[in-house]
């Protein structure tokens, strides 16, 4: 090898190639000649590898703000990314989060946003160290963080209420409410149609949690609610769903349980919506 084009340094001690190609991948040997003789180095082996033609331009600004700590695999060729803190969302989005999805098409996005929010999720506070799918789907997410969009951890257990809007974790969750939001107007809706108490809500995870609908005609005997006369009604698409009870004469309450079933990890725990989504008739 000798000095030109795009090689310079070959006498010297640092050879130099400019603009590297797949070709120049090889086995390299540095030999010192002098009057005394000759000795050649250990050789080392140089893979050079193409930059993808599908690569986006600014998927090497990911890890702009924060150092790339986890790599997940996912469905349909994508890849879960997670930073020891914000990391930039390059073209397809100007806001931070600690998780982002990088598409086989090179480009990158967030998980979406907070609802209520323009915050991207998830926003967490500290680092983000290890990434886990589970057989079912979900994941585990492990790292030092101490909050996750606005929710410290000593505030996420089922009867908490970080956003003090008197709807507890487990039942924002059972009614796709932002735990950090305070969003009441999410609350079952009830209402007198004909002859009937109704009441509307929405089931965001039924496959996770039992919805149940109970009846009362005496606020003041706690044992008196029942499920028996309720129609429980069916499920939309939306998740939407109207259970009705006949009304009959005299005072009438509905209120919606919510348990986790027993497959979940607090399975022993559960939240109640009480007369807050009551109505008197």
């Not at 030109?4 to 070709?23: E, V, Y």
């Not at 993808?52 to 990314?81: H, Q, Y």
């Not at 008197?166 to 409410?177: C, H, M, P, T």
Request: some cysteine; aromatic content about 4%; charged content about 15%.
């Amino acid at each position: 090898m000798t000095d030109g084009g795009r090689f310079s340094g070959t006498a010297t001690p640092a050879l130099s190639i400019t603009g590297t190609l797949p070709a120049d991948t090889g086995t390299y040997t540095l030999t010192v000649t002098n009057a005394l003789g000759e000795a050649a180095a250990t050789p080392v082996f140089i893979l050079v590898r193409a930059r993808p033609a599908d690569r986006a331009p600014t998927f090497a600004d990911l890890a702009s703000g924060s150092p790339v700590s986890a790599f997940l695999p996912l469905p349909e060729g994508r890849m879960l990314i997670a930073g020891d803190g914000p990391l930039s969302q390059g073209a397809a989005s100007s806001l931070p989060a600690a998780l982002a999805i990088a598409h086989p098409d090179g480009t990158v996005a967030n998980l979406g946003l907070v609802p209520g929010t323009t915050n991207a999720l998830p926003q967490v506070t500290g680092r983000i160290l290890d990434l886990v799918r589970q057989p079912d789907g979900k994941l585990i997410i492990a790292g030092t963080f101490t909050s996750v969009n606005g929710v410290p951890a000593n505030q996420r257990g089922p009867a908490d209420d970080p956003d003090s809007d008197g709807i507890a974790n487990l039942l924002e969750y059972a009614l796709g409410l932002a735990p950090a939001t305070p969003d009441s107007a999410g609350l079952p809706i009830a209402a007198v149609i004909g002859g009937d108490l109704t009441l509307t809500c929405t089931r965001a995870d039924p496959a996770a949690l039992t919805y149940l609908v109970e009846t009362t005609t005496d606020l003041a005997t706690p044992a008196s609610w029942t499920a028996t006369g309720v129609t429980q009604g069916t499920p939309a698409a939306d998740g939407l769903t109207t259970a009705t009870v006949p009304l009959g004469t005299g005072p009438r309450f509905l209120r919606l349980r919510v348990t986790l079933l027993p497959s979940s990890p607090s399975r022993k725990r559960r939240a109640s919506a009480r007369p807050r989504s009551s109505l008197r008739a």
